[in-house]
């Protein structure tokens, strides 16, 4: 019986080292620009995390605080700015998206209402997989931080 | 005359020689540029007039720029990442340049590229929330392109999705001096650091030339 109970263990214990880690994914430090006044395009940045031991494609964003949300990349060619949409972007596993200001962003298009610093957004990412994560980012003045 | 004698005499004259040219060379050579991430232009370009509007929808000319150093950069209000991010920098250089005498201290200026939608009233909310000091400028779009082409500056239109658009533009700095003359370019990345730095040190060369 001892031993049974160990050869029953020795499987699980085997098993779950198989198993890929499926943590979810994270957002660190997310905020959005405070928009100067009128403005119908805000920017949102964040470090997306994918602590998994498998790839992600984030393929999608909504958010009830705008209209639409986009992914976008500034990218200089020539030194001339250019912002091209991506419409997936993949997180290969234990990797890290970085959303920053100059870079890739999303964008934010017409709030639903004026957004001033110490307001918070809602933003909700999806993957290709079917899940989501919901990110609340707070409204930072012009300089971030 | 002893040979001695005349080693002494010849050696006297080269050594008078060599410093003569020396010193002339030294009193006309030019003093050497500083190092700076920016270019700097050996000699400042003047800009032909062109007429545009300021915030409030009054004529600005060109000129109007005279008496200090500007730092002028092109972009549009709807553009949401590279132009906020850059004017946020503009105003904290601004800041950071404030111990300087206020002759010295730079206009900002900030030229839109996008001018059916930049009419005066939406440049001055937009201009007056990175720096209330910041000059905000529009105008036909014939004026605009003038103005960009003598500056180095390139934009474009480009059509997006249910007839929206963006505009790509030149992401670079402009550094005029006093004249309202182009006479230095900086170009993106740009960092707060960077461009005081490269502020400082021109403006106290160019004080030097003159």
Redesign the interface.
Known sequence: MKSFLSLFLFILIAAAGCAKSSQPPYAEDPWV?E?????????GYMILHNPSSSELTLSGASSPDFAAVEF?N?V?ED?????RQETTLVLGAGEALRFV???R?M??IAPARQLSEGDKVLIELSFSDGSELHITAPVRS???H | MGLQRILMIIGLATLAVVTGVWLQLRMSAPAVPPETNATLLRTARPIDEVRLQDTLGNEFHIQQLQGRWSLVFFGFTHCPDVCPTTLTILAQVARGLSDLPEAQRPRLVFVTVDPERDVPAVIKGYVEHFDKNMIGLTGELSQVEALAAQLGVAFQKVPLDQGDYSMDHSAAILMLNPDAQLNAIISAPHTVEGISDDYRKIITFMDKQT
């Open positions: 620009r928009p100067p006044p009128g403005m119908s395009m805000l920017a976008h500034s200089m030194g001339v700015s250019r912002m200001p100059g870079g962003h964008m934010l012009s300089g971030g």
